[in-house]
């Protein structure tokens, strides 16, 4: 039976790499100059695109997997997005720089290992599911968020992004079955390995030259993303009537901290990402405690 110092100390665990490299890139920075805007087109430009593509092909999402979590993240992205809407309408904020960070959850790099180390591959295997689908939603959404909404300049942006090209192929390539050489999925493996780590050490180079700042923008981003988010999420799991490992996956998952990418895209574009920073960086170290927190929330529920 797992307690609340168990919970803690796995999330530690799964953190402390992540707060190591962000520590890296901070240091390296701090003693050279590192071009952030370089290192976040290599990132966004390359090593993500390739790590998109290889991801969905080798996909083991089964239909059925993805019936079932398709509604319920459509109805968490959708609710918080309308919450990010109203409070910038409310606080008179462009959210270009704020709704991504709220939206996107890190539920592959913090989500994978803690979802394994609570309940082995059955519940890795839903948090896959629910990480992938969020991720489609991320690298074509998110670009028509940053680019202003629904609008052409959003629509130009999403399409001429080498990750949406790269999420489009990998996706019709496993839909059709498309034989890929081997040498061509090493290599995408290879690179694509490297995009999560880049974005913390981005993180880390960011924060050497503005420090994470806490104004009301970013204070009520940590609270949409972690506390709102919790509460979407369990409106989700009674409107879908989802139950057993599904059902605390989905409570974990919708208040887990922000994810690393969320901060990496508004940079690349010219976006000010000083409070997606904050947001980003503030959620991750909360993390050590809300993360334990939604475990024996969701085990209450």
Partial sequence: ?????????????????????????????????????????????????????????????????????????????????????????????????????????????????????????????????????????????????????????????????PILIAAVLGFLFHLFKVPVPGTILETCRFAGAAAAPLAAFIVGVSLSMRRPKIDAAVFWGILLRIVVGFILGIAAVYLFRLEGLTRTVVLVAAALPSAVFSYVLPARYGIDSADAQSIVVLTTALGIVTIPLSFVLASLI
């Fill in 1 to 161: 039976m797992y307690t609340m110092l168990s919970y803690f100390l796995d999330t530690l665990s799964v953190l402390l790499p992540l707060f190591a490299v962000i520590a890296g890139g901070w240091m390296m920075s701090a003693a050279a100059p590192i071009s952030e805007d370089t290192l976040s087109r290599v990132l966004v430009d390359f090593f993500m695109p390739l790590l998109v593509f290889v991801s969905l092909y080798e996909s083991t999402v089964s239909q059925d997997d993805m019936a079932d979590l398709l509604a319920t993240v459509l109805f968490l992205m959708l609710s918080t997005y309308l919450v990010v809407v109203l409070y910038g309408r409310i606080a008179g904020k462009d959210i270009r720089g704020l709704a991504l960070p709220v939206i996107f959850m890190n539920s592959g790099f913090l989500g994978f290992p803690l979802m394994q180390l609570w309940s082995g591959s059955e519940a890795l295997n839903i948090i896959i599911v629910f990480d992938q689908i969020y991720g489609l939603f991320l690298f074509s959404f998110g670009f028509l968020i940053i680019g202003g909404g629904f609008n052409l300049k959003g629509l130009m942006l999403s399409l001429k992004s």
